[in-house]
């Protein structure tokens, strides 16, 4: 098992999106809590749980070793000393390609362990077409809903 | 603003539930922290922020006074001092009607603030129609990823 230590939160989601970046499954599973309450849902998938499960479903996307484009933005962001919530705005695409007009929403869940903080929750569900506008490019259409 | 005090978070996603179940929006309103950092995300709806477009949107949820059938189970929950993580499987109908086969998966964060605990982060997303069972209507085919 890994010994990275996160100090920060933010830290451990930077380490996330980097991971998913690079589609590199040991780094990504630096970042998850070694601890069998892990829960991990892509959009429009199903909950999965525990450490192993998680790992196979990422090792599963990682394998055919894609180099991906991750932007992620609008965070929001509620800490406690012990646990954090964030959510996040993430636009991915194939390297190279545009960003995606629409972002996927996913709600990130650390715990600080004695490791440092880990994820302990990724949950990441698609916006709709209509009124999930990224701001920056299209401002006037901006939902006031949306920070 | 409401003062009801929910001692565990428990009590509050209980609270949560019930107002949903009943279109209750004065109810479902307690149960939110009065705080703008809220956010709601419906399945395959965008991030909605902030108490006062929280409020909107479940009343405009609730105006047609539905009544519906709420059932809640496979809770997976992380806690600390001031903050708890709660994933739960929804299986919401129309009151009469039939449970659905898939669940919606909802993660529930909550806060300890000075009335007690309270909701800030509601994110809901439906599942897939494979590898989704209820674990009691198909126990041989319950994904082992589930809880």
């Not at 749980?49 to 962001?77: K, N």
């Not at 960003?99 to 362990?113: F, L």
Request: neutral net charge; contains cysteine.
């Amino acid at each position: 098992m890994s010994t990275k230590i996160f100090t920060t939160p933010q830290d451990c989601e930077a380490a996330f999106y980097d991971a998913l970046e690079k589609s590199d499954l040991e780094a990504m599973m630096a970042v998850w809590a070694e601890d069998e309450d892990v829960l991990c849902i892509h959009p429009g998938g199903p909950r999965v749980s525990g450490h192993a499960a998680i790992r196979e479903i990422w090792r599963q996307m990682f394998a055919g070793g894609a180099r991906l484009a991750v932007y992620v933005g609008q965070v929001m962001a509620t800490q406690a000393m012990m646990m954090a919530a964030h959510s996040v705005h993430e636009f991915i695409s194939m390297k190279g390609e545009p960003r995606p007009a629409h972002p996927v929403v996913a709600t990130n869940v650390y715990i600080r362990s004695g490791n440092g903080w880990r994820m302990i929750v990724h949950h990441a569900s698609a916006t709709p077409q209509k009124g999930a506008q990224p701001a920056e490019s299209t401002p006037a259409q901006r939902p006031k809903t949306l920070h």
